[in-house]
């Protein structure tokens, strides 16, 4: 949802790559599937004012909410029922405008300082994007002019983005290197993560107090309406697809008796006869202690007993190659491996190392493979790699119908191909009629490029298996996201008011429990004297570190004892109307971060990031101060406004 991508662009840790992410911005469409909307038509008035000024260029309004609204599709095709409210709720605009802002001065900053990033770097940029490449991974002209030109982008404006990226991780990225803190201010915050605190939480249950009677009518309307947001239906879609297999080409690609022998005369190396040896090596210093443990290997002394008394241990190298084992070695210990017989002992040889005593403890001989033998492995080579090829040239083809203007019914009518339909899906793949349904292992990986389509978008070619199996995908319905009619549910509409009546009561009982609890009366009892009964109290706690893993977060209620005052009590809702937690710290004791090793350099390490993050910040802002950035303080608000307007969203509060 939109708090990863906040998360990301709003933290500290984030900041580093503050116009690293403009890049992402530009051509964040481009990263993914390539199946948001074509570009936003903009009003005249908007298309006209400046977001922000430097030097010679400038931000427009335009370009701001562009790029707002690219970075929102995106988010809407990763999580489908996001909706603009809660993307602008999160101070979307304010964000990417700060970073559009941040990298026009930077890029005039790299002028002033004569950096230019060249075409040629920015070309390995763009052909290292997926979006652009064919069935085989190759970087496509096609699909990439197509593509562009689906999405209302022109080629200078990718370009741009692209060099701006690659600016900004040389300016600002180096501006935060080596940034280390000492021990006085790391070993504070290290502490902190072995501090353990113990508390007591009771649960006050919205059950203990649900109403006797039943809402009337117009109080189900009411809470229905108000709360229509906690009903709604995730935005379904309706699909058909028609499947591409690698398969379909195996006769076409089984090889002929030509091309099979044409193989096996280019890889003759790869049939010809080998021999690989195993040896024992022992390196030592001198020449003169070298001669000693080869006179006491040949006088029958093992070369790993030699080593142990001169305190050293053999070095073994399992079926080798005598080029291999050169690398490894010396050409002259390699020869001198390959001209003894198995078990005999040679040396000492001079390698770069130092003097080698050696002994043939194996000899693997493979005979040639023929033409006959190698015939199953030859043809199982060709038959992949011009499936392989064949599959490219036919979904090659299928794009090319579609870029054309046939229309699905066309291109699966001219090519032969099966189609499968689906019942309404929301992104998950669940039918909301029947819990039971289940998608098809086919149509499974084609749920995120599908919810990133729009209903009037032209079918495209989407990916099963790699390089394997393909899927001409079209939309043929889209059902907004909205509540059901309240008849359909409204049984369940009236045991969630109850619920929530009872919540209601229960926040006021555990808010009058915390009242009596500051005044000194002991939690126990206080919930004795609710006159109700009520769960019984559980201790909680932990260590910090321990309860705040990534991998495995505490629960919000007892992680909250860790911002708490020793004694305090503090109220928290249970959640979905359950209830009301009244949660009392009882104990602290302090960690030492000195007496664990290792603990210090990892909290060092973490901080530094914060703090290169820091630095990289502040030189993001010198270089606007520098510049003299003149900002439009209407810019965000002027923006927003449009944004709402184009899709959609609910007026603001007044």
Known sequence: MISIFRRFIGSKLGAIFAVVFLGMIGFAFVAGDLSGKRGVSLPSFLGGGYAAKVGGSTLSDSEVQSRVQRVFEQQRRDSPGMQIDAFLAQDGVNIIYNQLVAG????EFAKAQGIHISKPMIDAQIAAIPAFQDASGKFSQTAFRQLLSSQGVNEKALRDDIARDVTGRILVGSSALGARLPDSLVLPYASLMLETRQGRIAAIPAMAFLPKTDPNDAQVKS???????????????????????????????TPNDQEISAFYALNKARFAAKETRSIEQ????????????????????????AASAAGLSVATFNAQAQADLARQSSDDVAKAAFAATQGASVGPLRSAFGW????????????????????????GLLKDQKQARLLSDFTGKLEDQIANGATFDEVVKDNGLAVETTPALIATGQNVLDPAYKPSTDMAPLLKPGFGMDADDDAQLAQIVAQKRYALLDVTDVIAAAPPPLDTIRPAITQMYKLHAGAEKAREMAAALQAKIAKGMPLEQALASAGVPLPPVQKAGGRRADLMRQDKRAPAEVAILFAMKPGSVKLMPIGDDRGTFLIQLDAVAQGDAAKVPGLTERIRADLSNVVASEYSEQFEHAIERDLGVKRNANAVATVTHELRRINGATP???
């Not at 026009?104 to 890029?107: D, P």
């Not at 108000?226 to 995730?234: E, G, Y």
């Open 356 to 379: 080698a005593v050696i002994r043939v403890t194996g000899i693997q001989r493979t005979p040639e493979t023929t033409l006959d033998q190698a015939r199953p492995v030859i043809i």
């Open 223 to 253: 809470f229905y309406a108000a709360n229509a947001n906690r009903f709604t239906i995730p935005e379904q879609r309706k699909f058909r697809y028609a499947v591409i297999d690698a398969d379909r080409f195996l006769a076409a690609a």
């Open 652 to 654: 603001p509060a007044q």
């Open 282 to 305: 022992l390196i030592l210093p001198t020449q003169s202690a070298a001669t000693s443990v080869a006179n006491d290997v040949k006088a029958g002394k093992s070369l790993g007993a």
């Open 104 to 107: 026009l001065a930077i890029m």
